[in-house]
């Protein structure tokens, strides 16, 4: 099954741009997706197709795609956006759909 | 407004079973695959399973395949998981979302908030 790798933590300072990467197998040749978690609430959908934001997220989180990396940048943290993040693929070959292992997001 | 409300959680017993349900407002439900997600307190997520918008395509997860059971009816907007057979390793706070699916993708554009299945003798 596919597997999808995060490091466990990333820590930023405010104002300052964090990077969460996302391995996996060529997953430049897939659509990513990733979702923002905060302690007692259910994920909210932040990316989609590796680099388009819902409505509703600020411009300042983004993502990109290429080789064995995906990556989603937030710009300019906040305090409001430490949470776990979470990424995720649809797994052709099963249908199965698969999440990384999460990275949680602090903020100095 | 969108709403996607899950029930049944609580304390199953170990080998026994529980039903959940997702309750869905706000868009058209018959339309849409539909999922569910678990999380296991301080744990990751873990997709479970997913139900096509007419229940053609079913897939499991293999840790639940074989014990779990999606359903849907979409005449009473109503997402189910049957879950026998339950092992302690089962208890977490279980998610019903809704997906968006394209060519070979798809992902989570809205969640409920989650019900707690907590599983011990």
């Known amino acids: 099954s596919y597997v999808l790798t995060q490091p466990p933590s990333v820590s930023v300072a405010p104002g300052k741009a964090a990077r969460i990467p996302c391995g996996g197998n060529h997953i430049g040749g897939q659509s990513v997706h990733w979702y923002q978690q905060k302690p007692g609430q259910a994920p909210v959908l932040v990316i989609y197709?590796?680099?388009d934001r819902p409505s509703g997220i600020p411009e300042r989180f983004s993502g990109s795609n290429t080789g064995n990396t995906a990556t989603l940048t937030i710009s300019r943290v906040e305090a409001g956006d430490e949470a776990d993040y979470y990424c995720q693929v649809w797994d052709s070959t099963s249908d199965h759909r698969v999440f990384g292992g999460g990275t949680k997001l602090t903020v100095l | 407004e969108l709403q996607l409300v899950e029930s049944g959680g609580g304390l199953g017993k170990p080998g026994g079973s529980l039903r959940l349900s997702c309750a869905a407002s706000g868009f058209t439900f018959s339309t849409y695959t539909m999922n569910w997600v678990r999380q296991t307190p301080g744990k990751g997520l873990e997709w479970v399973s997913s139900i096509s918008s007419t229940s053609k395509y079913i897939y499991y997860a293999d840790s639940v395949k074989g014990r779990f059971t999606i359903s849907r009816d979409n005449t009473k907007n109503s997402l189910y998981l049957q879950m026998n057979s339950l092992r302690a390793e089962d208890t977490a706070v279980f998610y019903c979302?809704?997906?968006?699916?394209?060519?070979?993708?798809?992902?989570?554009?809205?969640w409920g908030q989650g019900t707690l299945v907590t599983v011990s003798s």
């Open positions: 979302a809704r997906e968006i699916v394209g060519p070979t993708t798809g992902f989570f554009d809205n």
């Open positions: 197709h590796n680099s």
